[in-house]
C-alpha cells in the first residue's frame, strides 16, 4: 500500500536557526497536506498543496510540493519557540477517502 | 461552525476489560469520519473510517472495532483490551474540497491499559 515517510524524526535547533523537514511518498499523490501538532495537543491542519511544483507561504513557513507530487518539504525560517512541536505530512492517493500520514518530524527550540 | 468532540479526555483501563470511546460531531452532515490511534512519540496511524452510516472500513486487522449508529456519531470499541492498545486516540472528520480537504480533529483520548 501507499506508504509515506519523512524526515528527520527529530529536529533541535537554536532559536532563529532554519528548520526544513522531508517528506517522500511510494506513489504518485493528488495532493499532500501539512499538520502541526502541539506537544499534548492535536493535530491541527497547516496546509493544502494540489499542484505540481507548488510552493505556498505563511509568514516564516515555505511548503513545496514537488514536480513529480511524490515528495514534499516545510521550511521554517528563523525558528521561535512558538514553532515548537511535531509536524506531519499527509497524502492523499489512490483513495479518495483516506489520508497516509508521515510518522512527523518532533522540532525543539533552544531559547 | 463545525466541532468535533471526544470522550473521556483521558482513561486507565485494566487489561481486558472492554472498550468504548465515543465521537460526536456538531455543524455538519455526511461527514467522512475518521479513528485513529499515536502511540507514545509515533505517527498517526489510521484505525477506521466511515464514510456515512453504518459503512465502516476497517484498516488495521486488530481486537478493536467500530461503529456509525448516527450520521454525526462515531464509537471505537474493544471486547477485551491488550497492554498494546494504550495510545492517544483521535477522531477527524473531513471537510469537503471547499474546506481544502482537511481534516478536523478532536481532542482525543490517552488510553492507558495496565
Known amino acids: 500500500g501507499q506508504q509515506v515517510m519523512q524526515i528527520p524524526q527529530y529536529q533541535h535547533v537554536q532559536e532563529g536557526e532554519d528548520f526544513t523537514t522531508y517528506c517522500n511518498s511510494s506513489?504518485?499523490?493528488?495532493?499532500i497536506q501539512w499538520y502541526k501538532q502541539r506537544p499534548g495537543g492535536h493535530p491541527v491542519f497547516l496546509i493544502q498543496?494540489?499542484?505540481?511544483?507548488e510552493v505556498k507561504k505563511q509568514k516564516r513557513l515555505t511548503f513545496q510540493f514537488g514536480e513529480a507530487k511524490k515528495n514534499s518539504s516545510l521550511h521554517i525560517t528563523a525558528t521561535q519557540t512558538t514553532d515548537v512541536g511535531t509536524y506531519f505530512c499527509?497524502?492523499?492517493?489512490?483513495?479518495?477517502?483516506?489520508?497516509?500520514f508521515g510518522k512527523g518530524t518532533l522540532l525543539t527550540v533552544n531559547p | 461552525s463545525q466541532t468535533i468532540h471526544q470522550w473521556p479526555a483521558t482513561l486507565v483501563q485494566p487489561v481486558g476489560s472492554p472498550l468504548s470511546l465515543e465521537c460526536t460531531v456538531e455543524g455538519t452532515s455526511n461527514p467522512n469520519l475518521y479513528w485513529y490511534r499515536q502511540a507514545a512519540g509515533r505517527g498517526l496511524q489510521l484505525l477506521f473510517y466511515s464514510v456515512g452510516i453504518g459503512q465502516i472500513s476497517s484498516e488495521v486487522p486488530q481486537n478493536l472495532s467500530a461503529s456509525r449508529p448516527q450520521d454525526r456519531q462515531f464509537i471505537l470499541s474493544s471486547k477485551k483490551l491488550l497492554l498494546s492498545d494504550s495510545g492517544f486516540y483521535l477522531c477527524?472528520?473531513?471537510?469537503?474540497?471547499?474546506?481544502?480537504?482537511?481534516?478536523?480533529f478532536g481532542p482525543g483520548t490517552r488510553l492507558t491499559v495496565l
Open positions: 498543496l494540489v499542484k505540481s511544483g
Open positions: 477527524a472528520w473531513r471537510g469537503g474540497p471547499l474546506r481544502n480537504n482537511e481534516q478536523f
Open positions: 506513489t504518485t499523490l493528488s495532493n
Open positions: 499527509a497524502g492523499l492517493g489512490g483513495s479518495n477517502y483516506k489520508l497516509t
